[in-house]
T-cell receptor
Framework: DTGVSQDPRHKITKRGQNVTFRCDPI?????LYWYRQTLGQGPEFLTY????????KSRLLSDRFSAERPKGSFSTLEIQRTEQGDSAMYLC???????????????FGPGTRLLVL | KNQVEQSPQSLIILEGKNCTLQ??????????LRWYKQDTGRGPVSLTI?????NTKSNGRYTATLDADTKQSSLHITASQLSDSASYIC????????????FGAGTRLFVKA
């Protein structure tokens, strides 16, 4: 297993267009996270799944954003009617549910860099 | 308000020197603290993870400390190398029923030859 993969690595789109990103987590990782990161900042949480269930969504995830993980494996993040403010790096991470009392390590993908013109 | 603050914002050191990065947090109730290294244009990579009962953890030339009483952590890099040039991000998670993980803005480290 080569780790978390994301596709595409780069995306340039015009304002108003829809875009979809894909994340393939590490095999057998039941948790999957989406983050957004802008230049010079740490990642900001968007949403996370445990298996196929979307358990939490950030207030940052407006109604133009939707994420799915239909079979509990790969996930997609779609942004509708993109705006220039959506330009950022979109990171995916996966992990396994930690044992009680232990910490959870998230393994990140390389990210998808989105530029909205 | 749950926050993670890192200092300095950026740091320039000479190859071979040591450095220490700081992380202060107010996340509560505390669950664990992680340090990640992020190279430019790539996803973060985990360096260390510490829970409440751990106060130091090493990973090669990286040593993280945690003081849960003062809510401070540090990441010490020994004998820096050019490849250490990256952003170092402190991440703190709370032990709540919901998801609560707060990322710091990172410290940008530049190692010069």
């Amino acid at each position: 297993d080569t780790g978390v993969s994301q596709d595409p690595r780069h995306k340039i789109t015009k304002r108003g267009q829809n875009v979809t990103f894909r994340c393939d987590p590490i095999s057998e990782h039941n948790r999957l996270y989406w983050y957004r990161q802008t230049l010079g900042q740490g990642p900001e949480f968007l949403t996370y799944f445990q298996n196929e269930a979307q358990l939490e969504k950030s207030r940052l995830l407006s109604d133009r954003f939707s994420a799915e993980r239909p079979k509990g494996s790969f996930s997609t993040l779609e942004i509708q009617r993109t705006e220039q403010g959506d330009s950022a790096m979109y990171l995916c991470a996966s992990s396994v549910t930690p044992l009680s009392g232990s910490g959870e390590t998230q393994y990140f993908g390389p990210g998808t860099r989105l530029l909205v013109l | 308000k749950n926050q993670v603050e890192q200092s300095p914002q950026s740091l320039i050191i000479l190859e071979g020197k040591n450095c220490t990065l700081q992380c202060n947090y107010t996340v509560s109730p505390f669950s664990n603290l992680r340090w990640y290294k992020q190279d430019t244009g790539r996803g973060p990579v985990s360096l260390t993870i510490m829970t409440f009962s751990e106060n130091t953890k090493s990973n090669g030339r990286y040593t993280a400390t945690l003081d849960a009483d003062t809510k401070q952590s540090s990441l010490h890099i020994t004998a820096s190398q050019l490849s250490d040039s990256a952003s170092y991000i402190c991440v703190v998670s709370a032990s709540t029923g919901g998801f609560k993980t707060i990322f710091g803005a990172g410290t940008r480290l530049f190692v010069k030859a």
